[in-house]
């Protein structure tokens, strides 16, 4: 019976451990990724990193199964290919993340505000083009 417990213990900590180590990740891409975004207003470069940070928390999010955290993490990625001039594959990204917005996250009010405002860029960026 002690054996069992103990590699339930186990478990579950080493559960909680890839839980802290995924959630500090996320933070550090999420910092790294905002300020290669700011950049990237002014060098491509810096946009093509802020994106290539964006799939990062993606990926992080898919593991950490947190539905939210992922379509913020499209809407950012999303912002990434506006500043790329990519504005096709942006909308598309948008128009999914809004659907899944309404759908599943049952219009999530300060989600569905940042679809919108990336949508707002993309329209300002298609018309100073």
């Given at each position: ?34 300020a ?8 491509k470069?810096?946009?093509i ?7 990062n ?19 950012y ?8 001039e990519?504005f096709?594959?942006a909308?598309?990204i948008i128009?999914q993340q ?9 219009g999530?009010p300060?989600?569905m ?6 949508k ?8 100073k083009?």
């Amino acid at each position: 019976m002690c054996k069992n417990i103990y590699e339930r213990s186990k478990k579950l900590y080493s559960l909680i451990s890839h839980q802290g180590i995924f959630t500090f990740q996320s933070t550090f891409f999420s910092v790294l990724g905002g300020a290669y975004s700011a950049l990237g207003r002014q060098n491509k470069e810096y946009a093509i990193r802020a994106k290539k940070f964006a799939r990062n928390q993606i990926k992080l999010a898919k593991k950490l199964q947190d539905p939210e955290l992922e379509c913020k993490c499209w809407i950012y990625y999303s912002e990434g290919l506006i500043q790329l001039e990519k504005f096709k594959k942006a909308k598309i990204i948008i128009d999914q993340q809004k659907t899944f917005v309404t759908n599943v996250l049952r219009g999530d009010p300060l989600i569905m505000s940042m679809c919108e405002n990336a949508k707002m860029k993309l329209n300002a960026a298609i018309n100073k083009n």
